[in-house]
C-alpha cells in the first residue's frame, strides 16, 4: 500500500480521504479576535435611556427633598443632566443647604450634585 502526503488531503492507494487541518482559533463574546476589546469601556446608555434615567433621578430627588423635615423644597429647582444634578433656589440658612445636597446626593444614580442655592437669612 502505497501513502501519499499531500496538504490537508492524505491519498491511501487509489482511494482518496479528505483531512482536514486547522488551526485553533479562540472566539469569545466580543467577536473573532479576543485580543480586540467589545468597549471602548464607556457604559453610557443610548441618550433615550438616559433621559429617562435622568427624569427618574430628578423625581426621586424632588420626592427626597419634599420628605425631609425642616426644608421648604417648593423653592428648589432639580434638573438633572448625565446623572448630575443641579439644585438652584433659595434656602433659609446653611443647614438647610446642607440638608437638600445631602438628601439629593443619597439618591441612587446621582453621580454629582451642583450647588446653585443662595442661602438668605429670611426667605420672602
Given at each position: 500500500?502505497?501513502?501519499?502526503?499531500?496538504?490537508?488531503?492524505?491519498?491511501?492507494a487509489?482511494?482518496?480521504?479528505?483531512v482536514t487541518v486547522t488551526?485553533?482559533?479562540?472566539?469569545s463574546?466580543?467577536?473573532?479576535?479576543?485580543?480586540?476589546?467589545?468597549?471602548?469601556?464607556?457604559t453610557?446608555?443610548?441618550r433615550?435611556?438616559?433621559?429617562?434615567t435622568?427624569?427618574a433621578?430628578t423625581?426621586?430627588?424632588?420626592?427626597?427633598?419634599?420628605?425631609?423635615k425642616?426644608l421648604?423644597a417648593?423653592r428648589?429647582t432639580?434638573?438633572?443632566v448625565d446623572?448630575?444634578v443641579r439644585l438652584?433656589?433659595t434656602?433659609?440658612n446653611?443647614?438647610?443647604r446642607a440638608?437638600?445636597?445631602q438628601?439629593?446626593?443619597?439618591v441612587?444614580?446621582?453621580t454629582?450634585?451642583?450647588?446653585?442655592?443662595?442661602?438668605a437669612t429670611?426667605?420672602?
Open positions: 500500500m502505497k501513502v501519499r502526503m499531500l496538504p490537508g488531503v492524505l491519498i491511501v487509489g482511494s482518496l480521504a479528505v488551526t485553533p482559533v479562540l472566539v463574546a466580543a467577536g473573532a479576535d479576543a485580543d480586540t476589546p467589545s468597549s471602548t469601556g464607556r453610557a446608555a443610548p433615550d435611556t438616559a433621559a429617562a435622568d427624569n433621578i423625581s426621586n430627588v424632588k420626592a427626597r427633598l419634599a420628605s425631609a425642616g421648604d417648593q428648589i432639580v434638573n438633572t446623572g448630575v438652584e433656589g434656602v433659609r446653611e443647614s438647610q440638608l437638600a445636597l438628601a439629593a446626593r443619597e441612587r444614580g446621582v454629582a450634585v451642583s450647588d446653585e442655592m443662595r442661602a429670611t426667605v420672602p
